[in-house]
């Protein structure tokens, strides 16, 4: 059998679609190039906002229209993901093309659902963390590694944990041995992935004593990680990232918002002043470190007064980067029945603001390199014809032109423009 696998959503759900081609091709599924012409077709979805839900929604009606090339067959169409997991089985009457709905924790039930007959939901939490699991990577030579799953922070506007279960963290030993193994193997940037790794626990290993170990499993190999949440970054992390050549000068660490009566409102656990700190300490270990955020514009109660203090903090940081949001309705968490609901308008006004500062500021902070040598690693082809791909240790994007170094190089280039967060790199030397 074939499948094709349609991801959207984080670098979560990203890898979750490499663990899914794992259990398939165990089983002996073989992947396809397209839906058309495969015997499965699997969207793994993404709940976190009313708009990304909608467009899975849309392609599930959309795929469950295509008959499959020369048959009258149409593939088995499966729902996996957040958005799986939120509605359940209730998907079932509403797309009559839709067989399958299977949750973030069930996926190892996939070949024998799909095998059977039954239009049916799994959608059950067990706390899966998918051990034993060899993942299918296609996106050589950078890797994801889960860390750890689910989430217990509650923020309130926030579905995930609802959608991805309870927090767990995989077992040290086994964490390193994949890196280990996977740098033996040539890849040459890993991130640690989890909601909040800076709540990673097993046993007496937190999140710096398992990084440091993870670093020193790695060798030459780049290592990231993702979700920092600001409220328990300690001291002892920043130490170890700055102790360590190969962990990249780059953390992307959500604010959400500058003011403290909306981050008390969202259940952050932080105030703002606490969070410069936090972004001071890490200056000052490792200046130049490449910062990025998440905020959302018009959370409920956001006064003129509370949004300015956003666009403070957007000031005063400046990050690199920044993934900036309006606030979206999510039924089932505490934000969704607040008062001083912001109107849809004005929040999308307030999210232009934000997208004008930083698209000047990450543009004249990207400036900065022009002329400057920087050290990238080549990751595949760009976009363009006779374009490459490549990142820089604070994983700016760098297109170099006319260069055929085979993926996974390390190379020195000048940064010859920029254009937001895409650099033009010509190489100046290669090892
Ligand atoms: N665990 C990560 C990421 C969670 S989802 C973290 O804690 O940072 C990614 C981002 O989506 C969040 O950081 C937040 O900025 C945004 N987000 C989550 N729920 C949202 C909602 N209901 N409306 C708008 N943005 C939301
Ligand atoms: Fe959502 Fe907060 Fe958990 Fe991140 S830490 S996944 S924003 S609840």
Redesign the pocket.
Known sequence: MRYYIDTYG?QMNVHDSEIIAGILEADGFLPAEAPEGSDVVLLVSCA??EHAETRVLGRTAQLGGISRKGSRHRPVLVLCGCVAQEHGGGLLDRFPDLDLVVGPDCYLQLPGLIRGSARTSMVEFRREDYEGVMPVRRDFPRAFVTIMRG?D?F?T????PYVRGRERSRRADSVVSEVRDLSERGYREITLLG??VNSYKDGETSFPVLLERVSEAAGDTWIRFV?S?PKDLVDDTVSVMAAHGNICRQL?L?L?SGSDAVLGRMRRGYTAAQYLEKIEALREAMPGIVLST???AGFPGETEEDFSMTVDMMERIRYDYA?L??????SG?A?CGMDGSVPGEERLRRLGVLQDIQRRITLERSRDLIGRTVRVLVTGPARREGQQAARTGGNRMVVLQDTEFPPGSVVEVRIARADGWTHFGEPVEDR
């Not at 506007?157 to 995930?160: A, D, L, R, S």
């Not at 949001?325 to 999510?330: K, P, W």
């Open positions: 984080c976190v906002r989430c922070n923020c506007y926030c579905i995930v909601q909040n979700t949440h992307h959500p959400q998440d905020m959302i993934f949001f309006r606030y979206s309705e999510r968490t934000a």
